[in-house]
């Protein structure tokens, strides 16, 4: 009955063995990073209820300016698995120069970004003290942006050959260090000056810098080098460079609307009251508790499917892709119950050791709001399973039509009616993302059946 999930030496094409290969080093890469948001946020909620309250949003908004750059130059690790299957391996070398290079010029347009965030921040409703918060928090994240899309560049080079426990010995190596700085900043322990939420910035800063550091220093040792012949083809080179573009736009572009739309929901939530945003940072930050390695096991497919579509082997992808959903499948079962069984254990969390009349009213209202991300959940993995299935394939352009469709036309107009027309609860704003979540997990299911992207060769 659980033979899918069986772990054998020599995995067949396909198999649930093999994805757990690629993907266990994955999630445990993704499950590390979403710890180390949930451990800065409960760090925060520590320090003062208004820290917690700000973090998300400006978070958020710093992501979703940094979600299109990573989508494109994360889109490496496709193109690596894709020559990987066909031994083309000059051409992974250039792969990855193309993604690095365009990171570098993404980490300008980002930084440039900072004053339109700080002016979006002020032009919000949130409390004022908030308010402060949030433009410190996202204008340190802002101008240190590039470090993330970069490393999504170079992870692509370990990611698409299936090297992925490099990937995560040098993301655990980095977020460890993030949450010792972040603990050591905001707090002003061992001997730092306390910095509040400037401090969870910065440490998230310098671990950023640390992955970018490692995987520089492992791609450029000799055996990698004379192995791929690294520093030989480094530079711009224009088809390489255009095939990225091409498939890698609408990949970030698609990925930029998702998380555009989702900060703006945050931000709606704040013109509720301030204990609203709280409770519901704290539902988003456990949902990323679930996102994560479910994202780590999506990546994974994503990279056999690159594979086997550099093989001429769509079937062999689809089996993964199915393998996939069996193994999310039973690890959302897991999540759900946990949430529904244990929740004071989750909010307590983030209530610290003396809880505030203010921290009270906010763990009043999360719990019911855990109740609704169950649902939200199953239809968030819907859409990861199936939108990377097809994005590993290239169709990149149908999963970023539909992005956009279900963002301008559904999430963003819809969190708007709800929360400043018809000043409904956060349940009834919770209850519209879900409607969201299920629609574009069910197009990316039915897309997936009609087949349509087994045609699609990305480095024709």
């Given amino acids: ?51 917690l309250a700000a973090c998300l949003p400006a978070g958020m908004l710093s992501f979703a300016v940094i979600s299109f750059f990573m989508g494109m130059c994360g889109y490496t690790n496709v193109f690596v698995a894709n020559y990987y299957g066909k031994k083309k391996f000059a051409n992974i070398s250039v792969a990855l120069w193309q993604g690095v290079l365009l990171g570098f010029l993404s980490w300008v347009i980002i930084a440039a970004f900072v004053p339109v965030g700080n002016f979006l921040i002020q032009s919000s409703n949130h409390d004022p003290s908030v308010k402060i918060l949030e433009k410190q928090y996202y204008t340190i994240l802002g101008l ?35 949450i ?8 002003g322990n061992w001997g730092f000056e306390e910095m509040g939420i400037r401090g969870a910035a910065w440490g998230t800063v310098v671990g950023n810098a640390v992955i970018t550091l490692i995987f520089f220093a492992v791609i450029l040792s000799p055996a990698v080098n004379r192995k791929f012949r ?9 088809k390489a460079a255009l095939r990225l573009v091409k498939y890698g736009l609408p990949n970030g572009f698609g990925f930029f609307m998702d998380i555009v739309s989702f900060s ?43 594979r ?24 959302v079962i897991c999540i759900i119950i946990l949430f529904l069984t244990v929740p004071e254990f989750f909010t307590g969390l983030f209530a610290g050791k003396v809880i505030s009349a203010d921290m009270e009213l906010v763990v009043q209202k999360t719990i019911p709001l855990m109740k609704l991300l169950c649902f939200f959940t199953v239809g968030d993995l819907m859409y990861l399973t199936f939108g990377d299935a097809i994005r590993g394939a290239g169709d990149t352009k149908f999963h970023m039509k539909t992005m956009v469709c279900c963002s301008t036309l559904l999430l963003i107009p819809g969190s708007y009616i709800i929360i400043d027309v018809l000043h409904l609860s956060i349940g009834a704003a919770w209850s519209w993302i879900i409607f969201y979540a299920w629609s574009t997990g069910f197009i990316m299911f039915l897309r997936f059946l009609s087949g349509k992207w087994k045609s699609i060769d990305i480095t024709a």
Avoid: H
């Fill in 264 to 306: 703006v929901f945050a931000f709606f939530t704040g013109d509720i009251d301030k204990i609203s945003l709280a409770a519901s940072n704290i539902v988003i930050t456990l949902e990323s508790i679930v996102f994560m390695p479910l994202m780590g096991l999506t990546i994974g497919e994503q990279v056999l499917m690159g």
């Fill in 230 to 238: 690294i520093t030989r083809l480094f530079g711009f080179n224009k």
């Fill in 144 to 178: 240190s942006g590039g470090l993330v899309v970069i490393n999504n560049a170079l992870a692509g080079f370990f990611t698409g050959r299936g090297k992925t426990m490099i990937t995560m010995v040098v993301n655990i190596i980095g977020n460890i260090i993030n």
């Fill in 308 to 331: 086997y579509m550099g093989m001429k082997q769509p079937s062999t992808g689809a089996k993964t892709v199915w393998n996939a959903v069996r193994i999310g499948g039973l690890y």
């Fill in 180 to 187: 010792l700085c972040a603990y050591a900043f905001i707090f």
């Fill in 1 to 51: 009955m659980t033979s899918f999930l069986k772990v054998s030496g020599k995995e067949e094409p396909g198999s649930a063995s093999l994805l757990l290969k690629i993907a266990v080093p994955l999630i445990i890469t993704t499950s590390s990073s979403s710890l180390m948001n949930f451990v800065d946020r409960m760090f925060l909620s520590w320090y003062s209820a208004d820290t």
